[in-house]
């Protein structure tokens, strides 16, 4: 029963590298989305999927890129790491495009140097 | 621009007092208007939601009161207790949207005094 899990739990990067933080869900959920989580910002929504194959961006979707070749996983790629990716990363998903609730992950926290 | 306002930042309540936290929206497209809870170390979590076409949806002790002319909500926690202490997130769904797509407030950090 392990719902949403977030590898790694922690991360630190120097600028230039780049990094995929991993998701897998084992609920069968269709759709499945990556929000990163700033101070005094909220959860903004990156990049999300309604199912394998498919994928949209969402709010802030630039220097990230995603791809879903399975229903269970949902990575998120940073192709050159900058100080202003610096910050926490949840993945969520759900049951399908209008369903509730939205199950969330417990979290990447990523600093980049 | 940031289309969900949420206040205050922070709160500080005793044990058995009132939590009230606040938010205001600017688009009048949404029509769904959930809270978060988020402990420490962890994803939030869905805690309670309600529709424009009501004012009111109570759920044990959190209460959202909705006032659509005012383009307001808020969450109301009755007998506040240490284990309410959280972040809260308000946010809103665009109409025509998927659940996904939401716009949140920037948070409350609620600490319950015991």
């Known amino acids: 029963n392990a719902g949403v899990t977030q590898t790694p739990k922690f991360q630190v990067l120097k600028t230039g590298q780049s990094m995929t933080l991993q998701c897998a869900q084992d609920?069968?959920?269709?759709?499945m989305s990556w929000y990163r989580q700033d101070p005094g910002m909220g959860l903004r929504l990156i990049h999300y999927?309604?199912?394998?194959?498919?994928?949209d961006q969402g709010e802030v979707p630039n220097g990230y890129n995603v791809s879903r070749s399975t229903t269970e996983d949902f990575p998120l790629r940073l192709l050159s790491a900058a100080p202003s990716q610096t910050s926490v990363y949840f993945c969520?998903?759900?049951?399908?495009?209008?369903?509730?609730?939205?199950?969330f992950g417990d979290g990447t926290r990523l600093s980049i140097l | 621009q940031q289309q969900v306002k949420q206040s205050p930042q922070s709160l500080i309540v005793q044990k058995g007092g009132i939590s009230i936290i606040n938010c205001a929206y600017e688009?009048?497209?949404?029509?769904?208007f959930p809270w978060y809870q988020q402990f420490p170390g962890k994803g939030p979590a869905l805690l309670i939601a309600?529709?424009?076409?009501?004012s009111e949806k109570k759920e044990g002790r959190f209460t959202i009161s909705f006032n659509k002319s005012a383009k307001q909500f808020s969450l109301h926690i009755m007998d506040s207790q240490p284990g309410d202490s959280a972040t809260y997130f308000c946010?809103?769904?665009?109409?025509?949207?998927?659940?996904?797509?939401?716009?949140f407030g920037q948070g409350t950090i609620l600490t319950v005094h015991p």
């Open positions: 969520a998903s759900r049951e399908s495009l209008f369903g509730q609730p939205q199950h």
């Open positions: 609920m069968n959920h269709e759709y």
């Open positions: 999927s309604v199912g394998a194959g498919i994928t």
């Open positions: 688009n009048t497209a949404f029509d769904y």
């Open positions: 309600i529709r424009p076409d009501v």
């Open positions: 946010a809103a769904r665009k109409s025509g949207t998927s659940y996904g797509k939401l716009t």
